[in-house]
Nanobody, 119 residues
Framework: QVQLVESGGGLVQAGGSLRLFCAAS????????IGWYRQAPGKQRELVAG???????NYVDSVKGRFTISRDNAKNTAYLQMNSLKPEDTAVYYC?????????????WGQGTQVTVSS
């Protein structure tokens, strides 16, 4: 079994920054594609940013130029640097990872971390 644990969320004023962390642990595994998703109240969960095992990144248009996704494979950790935050970025942020463990690819989710941006 593999666990993903997010941290780094909190309350910040508009224009501020936060850095989210997603740490994986558990059974022997290799992390493949990693994604950061968010879900605001009353809205569907959306993919914010993704990064492949080779480091290729993609972003939703609303965060391009403000958010940066990265990963440290040696530490089994992914990051989401969020700058110039806006009130509309307020949501619960979730880490998602495709993980190769015991010969099978499986999808895992973290428990989420709340990000609140005040105006």
């Amino acid at each position: 079994q593999v666990q993903l644990v997010e941290s780094g969320g909190g309350l910040v004023q508009a224009g501020g920054s936060l850095r989210l962390f997603c740490a994986a642990s558990g059974s022997p595994f290799i992390m493949g594609e990693i994604g950061w998703y968010r879900q605001a109240p009353g809205k569907q969960r959306e993919l914010v940013a993704g990064i492949s095992s080779g480091g290729h990144t993609n972003y939703v248009d609303s965060v391009k130029g403000r958010f940066t996704i990265s990963r440290d494979n040696a530490k089994n950790t992914a990051y989401l640097q969020m700058n110039s935050l806006k009130p509309e970025d307020t949501a619960v942020y979730y880490c998602n990872a495709q993980v190769l463990t015991y010969g099978s690819w499986k999808e895992y989710w973290g428990q989420g971390t709340q990000v609140t941006v005040s105006s």
